[in-house]
């Protein structure tokens, strides 16, 4: 475990993309964590105050990046944003994670018809276009904070759940699984207790790469409407309000955007660097200067 | 190199059974979920009269499975609700919008297929170098970019500050109207051409060029990253190596030998990135003002025009089926592993 | 048949450059092939014997880095220019461990076979066909023009074996490098490859460089063996001197090893330990944690290699004082 976790920093010291990701997703963590603790103006981050007077005022030191139609500050509720994006985004793999392993590992170890059919169910979801069975449950439910994250979930846990498939039914043949039906265990013992922890750590590496993807997903279902509802400051929704004022005050949708941009960069840049170090294949390459063609 | 027809049916059935599955999927979207349907299919402002022949006309008083079977009846003769917004049967509003959103997506797509691909191999052939660390910062910063808010951000800067293109829309109305133009297939750049009218070609042209643009930022970005992978996967196979050995010069292992082994995933995955454009349609086309189906989705989203909303993602999702069937076709062609 | 010395290899040095460091492959090698001999390299996996393999017929991975010099019909290889190094690609020539990953999985064997004698020989397609068929009549394969369309899953392991030596005979080697050739196949297979490499030998007057970790197939194909373990050369000698009187204890131990067929049943001995570190191997003899005649005041410099015999070679310091 601390060998993996040196392997991981000599890594990124090689790959200073990497350690941009890195720096990223764990100083966005951690202003999601204090978010509410340090709003200067906490009324105006969870939409609570109306003031006419300050209304659409461009960005200055008082108000960084400017204030919104109710006269808001915009800075304050991207802030505050953060946690409810970031809130999202774990949500939504979280839920995936709940559905598509338990499907994935019992299409895997069990086989068979019910293995087949599983496995059916899961590429008739991967059969729509991404997002758009998301577009269509979030329409089915309505607006809410859970119901967006379910309704992204229900259209991702596929992917999961097909990942599963594939370890378990490579490590359904190996001799512990066996040696744990000979002594005797159950099925459902062996599926979760010896089955299940040896597939776990590609699919759970994954979906922590994934939370940028899920934001990514969700702010796209908030600005069409059927996400989150107002006042939450989350991001997708916080462009989706400067939408028909963006002429005149750009400032209200383009810095809640110019967040979600940084994140998911993070996200995916952290991303990279993991999926070179689990691939046996390119870490050899890593090392390399340059390939000599 | 023949694919056999053994393939060529099982991929077909396979196809039915997604389109099946779609079906299911809205089915129970619309149908289970709900706890009223009536309201979903006649609307939220509907009389106690439309209530009662909505009632009537999903057949709620028979068992699921009669419902189910009068559903795909009425789905497969293009009987898909009326939309309450535009008060028109859902598949003809549909129908009127293919054309706008084709004209977007193809170009957007086609825009994203041929940067994207060879640029991710360019940089798979730089492995490690300055321009590949570039082209893949600058792809993955793509991948990482909201459609909606570049959509929103460049038709701001470039279209209403700076004036270098047009903000919205397909065509200029004054134009058709002094010139006389009309659309026959519903593809301007075509029926414009046809009609040998060269300023709205070049009008249409122009509009089209900076949604295009924007939405094929981030299928482009995919491409690329896949090519990019792909082909330094391949780059990494024995039979690289061996044909080294043998004397075959590099210029022929890498572009005859490495593209062909990469191309055929790349081709592969073209699905995807094309699913990623149909719905990155939805959120441009409404930014754009672009009447196509995603803008009707759109409106209808914003409206809570359940039927649009449901007939849109049914059309879609079949659509996209059609194109995996595709791509999964050539790649067979391709690819003789696959082809039994 | 002999014509003195055709490859030499001095003081070959080869490193890795990976993540997890900089493995020391191949250390200090020295090593001279006769014209027309067959040579072989016996060693355990990770003994750097393939790496040897690779840097003679010019495929080391791309991030390796060689020193030293291969000195080929009094050219250093290891010197060339890419331009230069495309022309003696094919002279020496190679066949790998696993067949169904030698060719490319979308192209016919056919088609591989023509890129090569095209780009080799200046001729034209049609030409190149004649050839390639003759090639798979010469490696023993049945129904040539089958094969030729067949792509590289719809053949057998030893087919495509067969198949993959067509292909490095394809280029006219004088010198054919087989790296474990037959560890894929079953033994059937495994023989059948064997006796047609050393067929083919004998008919195309080939210098063959065996690798192998198996000391029976040594015995079979080669009449001069080379002993490598951690990256270094051990011992030197021809077979069955090597076999039958091996000078280093790693030889020694690695004989014992080998089941047999002949002799009463008997405990099959192994070699207690593990290989050295790559990374960081020892300066001094590389064997020496694993060796019984190791002492506590063993001396850890470098070991020399020792001439012991007319074309014997050993690297162990019990040997320094026969003849320095």
């Known amino acids: 475990m601390i060998a993996m976790f040196k392997q991981y920093l000599n890594a990124m010291r090689r790959n200073p993309m990497g350690l941009i990701g890195l720096i990223i997703v764990s100083s966005f963590v951690v202003m999601g964590l204090l978010a509410p603790y340090i709003l200067t103006r906490p009324e105006d981050a969870w939409g609570l105050t109306y003031d006419v007077g300050k209304r659409f005022k461009p960005p200055s030191l008082e108000h960084l990046f400017g204030t919104d139609e109710c006269g808001r500050d915009v800075f304050n509720r991207v802030l505050l944003g953060t946690r409810f994006s970031l809130m999202v985004g774990v949500g939504v793999v979280a839920l995936s994670l709940a559905i598509g392993i338990p499907i994935g590992l019992a299409a895997g170890y069990v086989g068979g018809k019910l293995g087949t059919a599983l496995m059916r169910v899961t590429d008739m979801f991967l059969a729509f276009p991404p997002l758009l069975l998301a577009i269509a449950l979030a329409a089915t439910f309505g607006r809410g904070l859970f119901n967006t994250m379910l309704a992204l979930s229900l259209s991702w846990w596929p992917w999961y759940s097909r990942l599963i498939y594939i370890q378990a039914s490579s490590v359904k043949s190996m001799p512990f699984v066996d040696a744990a039906k000979v002594v005797g265990l159950s099925e459902l013992r062996i599926m979760f207790r010896h089955v299940l922890p040896n597939v776990l750590t590609p699919v759970i590496t994954q979906a922590t790469l994934d939370i940028g993807s899920a934001i990514l997903e969700a702010s796209a279902l908030s600005f069409l409407g059927i996400g989150v509802p107002p006042p939450i400051p989350e991001w997708g929704l916080l462009v989706s309000s400067g939408w028909q004022t963006v002429s005149r005050a750009w400032w209200i949708s383009f810095f809640p955007g110019l967040f979600i941009v940084v994140t998911v960069l993070g996200f995916n840049l952290l991303g990279d660097v993991v999926k070179e170090l689990m691939d046996p294949r390119l870490r050899n390459l890593m090392a390399m200067r340059r390939m000599r063609l | ?340 | 048949m002999s014509g003195g010395s055709l490859l030499k290899v001095l003081g070959l040095t080869i490193n890795y450059y990976t993540l997890e460091g900089v493995v020391k492959a191949v250390r200090n090698a020295s090593l001279c092939v006769n014209r027309g001999e067959s040579i072989c390299i016996v060693g355990e996996s990770g003994s750097g014997k393939s790496t040897l393999g690779l840097a003679i017929s010019l495929s080391l991975p791309r991030n390796a880095v060689a020193e030293g010099s291969i000195i080929y019909e009094g050219v250093d290889l290891l010197k060339l220019n890419p331009l230069e190094r495309q022309k003696y690609r094919g002279e020496i020539s190679m066949v790998f461990q696993d067949p169904a990953t030698t060719f490319s999985p979308l192209f016919t064997i056919g088609e591989h076979l023509i890129d090569i004698l095209r780009h080799r020989f200046r001729v034209s397609r049609d030409e190149a066909v004649v050839r390639a068929r003759e090639l798979l009549r010469k490696v023993q394969l049945p129904d040539q023009d089958r094969v030729l369309r067949a792509y590289p899953h719809e053949l057998s392991g030893g087919m495509l074996q067969r198949a993959a030596i067509a292909a490095a005979l394809a280029t006219d080697p004088k010198v054919l490098v087989a790296d474990e050739p037959t560890t894929m196949l079953d033994v059937t297979t495994q023989s059948q490859i064997l006796e047609l490499i050393k067929v083919l030998k004998r008919e195309l007057d080939l210098t063959l460089l065996f690798i192998t970790h198996n000391l029976g197939i040594a015995s079979e194909v080669c009449n001069r063996t080379a002993v490598m373990y951690a990256g270094v050369i051990v011992e030197e000698g021809s077979t069955d001197e090597v076999l039958l009187n091996p000078l280093h204890p790693y030889t020694a131990k690695l004989v014992k090893a080998v089941p047999s067929l002949t002799k009463r049943r008997e405990r099959l001995s192994h070699i207690p330990g593990m290989l050295p570190d790559l990374r960081n191997p020892p300066a001094g003899c590389p064997f020496a944690e694993r060796c019984e005649f190791t002492t506590h005041y063993f001396d850890y410099s470098p070991v020399k290699h020792v001439e012991a015999g007319p074309g014997r070679r050993v690297a162990c310091i019990l040997y320094s004082g026969v003849k320095a």
């Open chain 2, 1 to 340: 190199m023949p694919i056999s027809r053994g393939y060529v049916a099982k991929r077909l059935m396979l196809s039915a059974l997604v389109i099946l599955g779609v079906l299911a999927i809205a089915f129970i979207m619309t149908r289970i979920i709900p706890a009223r349907p009536e309201f979903l299919w006649a609307g939220p402002h509907a009389t106690e009269e439309q209530l009662k022949m909505a009632r009537e006309k999903l057949r709620l008083d028979r068992p699921i499975y009669i419902q189910l079977c009068y559903y795909l009846i009425d789905f497969f003769r293009g009987d898909w609700g009326i939309s309450w917004r535009t008060r028109l049967p859902v598949l003809n509003d549909l129908l009127t919008a293919l054309p706008a959103t084709l004209e977007l997506v193809i170009a957007a797509f086609l825009l994203a297929s041929i940067v994207g691909i060879p640029l991710g191999i360019y940089s798979a052939l730089n492995y490690g170098g300055l321009r590949d660390q570039v082209i893949k910062f600058v792809t993955v910063l793509g991948a990482s970019t909201p459609v909606f808010w570049i959509a929103l951000v460049l038709q701001t800067a470039l279209g209403v500050w700076a004036g270098i293109l047009p903000a919205g829309k397909r065509v200029d109305d004054y134009l058709v109207y002094v010139t006389g133009f009309k659309p026959i297939t519903g593809f301007y750049i075509i029926d414009s051409l046809i009609q040998g009218n060269i300023p709205v070609f070049l009008d249409v042209l122009k509009r089209l060029l900076l949604p295009a643009f924007v939405l094929s930022i981030y299928p482009l970005s995919l491409s690329a990253r896949m090519s990019r992978s792909l082909m330094i996967e391949v780059l990494n196979e024995n039979f690289i190596r061996s044909l080294e050995v043998w004397g075959v010069p590099q210029r022929e292992i890498l572009f005859k030998y490495a593209l062909r082994n990469a191309i055929a995933p790349v081709i592969a995955s073209l699905g995807l990135s094309f699913g990623y454009t149909l719905v990155g349609a939805f959120m441009v086309e409404l930014i754009f003002v672009w009447p196509g189906l995603g803008y009707y989705a759109g409106m209808a989203l914003l409206s809570y025009d359940y039927p649009a909303v449901i007939g849109v993602v049914v059309l879609v999702a079949i659509f996209y089926s059609a194109i995996n069937l595709v791509v999964d076709l050539v790649h067979a062609w391709l690819d003789p592993r696959v082809r039994l």
